[in-house]
C-alpha cells in the first residue's frame, strides 16, 4: 500500500525516531511502514493522521502500489 509518511515527515524535518515517539511506536515501525512492508493497524493510521493533521486516505492509498500504479 502505497503511503505518503516519508514525504509528510521530510516536509516536518523530524526524524523517523521522532515520530515514532509522537504516535508511540519504534522507529523500526516508522521505517517499515515508509518502504511499504507493513501497513499500520487502523489505531496507528489514525495516530499518524492526527500528528500530520490529515486524513487517513491523504497518507495511504491501498489502490496504489509502491511505484504509483494501480494493483491487480
Known amino acids: 500500500m502505497r503511503n505518503e509518511i516519508r ?3 521530510d ?3 523530524i526524524s523517523q ?4 515517539e509522537a504516535v508511540g ?3 523500526q515501525t516508522i521505517n517499515a511502514i515508509e518502504r511499504e512492508r507493513y501497513d499500520p493497524s487502523i489505531e496507528l493510521a489514525f ?3 492526527r500528528h500530520f493533521d490529515c486524513r487517513i486516505e491523504d497518507l495511504f ?3 496504489l ?3 504509483g ?3 491487480e
Open 7 to 9: 514525504d509528510r515527515r
Open 47 to 49: 495516530k499518524l493522521a
Open 69 to 71: 500504479t494501480a494493483e
Open 25 to 27: 511506536v519504534t522507529r
Open 11 to 13: 516536509a516536518e524535518g
Open 17 to 20: 525516531a521522532d515520530l515514532a
Open 61 to 63: 492509498d491501498p489502490e
Open 65 to 67: 502500489d509502491g511505484n
